[in-house]
């Protein structure tokens, strides 16, 4: 049973810097491909980040492009979102999420974490 965990949410000001993480438990993610999502209040779920976990590869959304990282730490299989340059907008809902595929092609996530929420005050 794969299980994913999220932590590293909170309130931060505009322009400040918050890092979200995943952990991953339950399987080999070997042949997973990793990804973060989001969802605000009255919208749809919105892709953010996405990371192959063998290869390391990752794909964004454009909205976050420039400002947010995502990476994985294999040891530890955990997958962080490093987020700066935070603006009000990015305030929502935070998932993690596993596709078990190994491909950035149309992310379909299988497995999905909890959420964390991310508030950023202007």
């Known amino acids: 049973q794969v299980q994913l965990v999220e932590s590293g949410g909170g309130l931060v000001q505009a322009g400040g810097s918050l890092r979200l993480s995943c952990a991953a438990s339950?399987?080999?993610?070997?042949?997973?491909?990793m990804g973060w999502f989001r969802q605000a209040p009255g919208k749809e779920r919105e892709f953010v980040a996405a990371?192959?976990?063998?290869?390391?590869?990752?794909s964004y959304g454009d909205s976050v492009k420039g400002r947010f990282t995502i990476s994985r730490d294999n040891a530890k299989i955990t997958v962080y979102l490093q987020m700066n340059s935070l603006k009000p907008e990015d305030t929502a809902v935070y998932y993690c999420?596993?596709?078990?595929?190994?491909?950035?092609?149309?992310?379909?996530?299988?497995?999905w974490g909890q959420g964390t929420q991310v508030t950023v005050s202007s």
């Open positions: 999420a596993a596709q078990s595929a190994d491909n950035l092609q149309g992310f379909v996530a299988d497995y």
């Open positions: 339950g399987r080999t993610f070997r042949r997973f491909a």
């Open positions: 990371i192959r976990w063998s290869a390391g590869s990752t």
